[in-house]
């Protein structure tokens, strides 16, 4: 009977997460979606490939929840600390450079998603396979592209940082 209950509680460890990973993985692509300056500075094609993956996500969630109904309860929320990085990231302050706002959110989340071991941000970056002389196959979570938007996100917060330094060392009086 216990072995039972472990296999029992394993199974409903392995859907919490997957759940929770798609979850994450949606609200990061609806946080895009509804995001006004995404909608008035991308195509209508991007918005509804956005959005249709967002249904298939959906889709799965409900699959997964109907799974975990007979099942143990199992919280795989994020971390206390996880959601209060979250908040600030997202603060009311006003954000005058709205490309800066969004290229810096997504390299925070998508970074920190990776850093925690999750898997969604690897059907939002690019993967790339090779295989070695052995025939090996070897995999690549990131691109030439993906780099340079890093450095770019990278940039654009570094210039802010400059930018908030000559504020602050300057008398305003």
């Known amino acids: 009977m216990g072995s039972y209950r472990h296999r029992e509680i394993r199974r409903a460890r392995a859907l919490s997460i997957a759940e929770d990973e798609r979850l994450?993985?949606?609200t990061f692509l609806k946080d895009y979606a509804n995001d006004s300056h995404v909608k008035d500075n991308f195509s209508q094609e991007f918005i509804a490939d956005l959005n249709s993956q967002i249904s298939k996500l959906t889709k799965?969630?409900?699959r997964i929840?109907?799974?975990q109904k007979e099942l143990p309860k199992i919280d795989a929320e994020a971390t206390t600390m996880m959601r209060e990085a979250a908040a600030h990231l997202t603060s009311t302050a006003?954000?005058?450079d709205q490309w800066m706002r969004l290229a810096f959110a997504y390299e925070w989340r998508v970074a920190s998603a990776a850093a925690h071991g999750r898997s969604w941000p690897v059907f939002v970056r690019k993967t790339e396979k090779t295989k070695t002389a052995d025939g090996?196959?070897?995999s690549f979570t990131t691109s030439a592209g993906e780099l340079g938007r890093s450095v770019g996100a990278a940039t654009l917060m570094t210039s802010e940082a400059w930018r908030?330094?000559?504020?602050r060392?300057?008398?305003h009086l």
């Open 24 to 26: 994450k993985h949606r």
């Open 60 to 62: 799965e969630i409900a």
């Open 65 to 67: 929840r109907v799974l």
């Open 94 to 96: 006003p954000v005058v």
């Open 136 to 138: 090996e196959l070897r």
């Open 164 to 167: 908030l330094w000559d504020l």
């Open 169 to 171: 060392r300057i008398n």
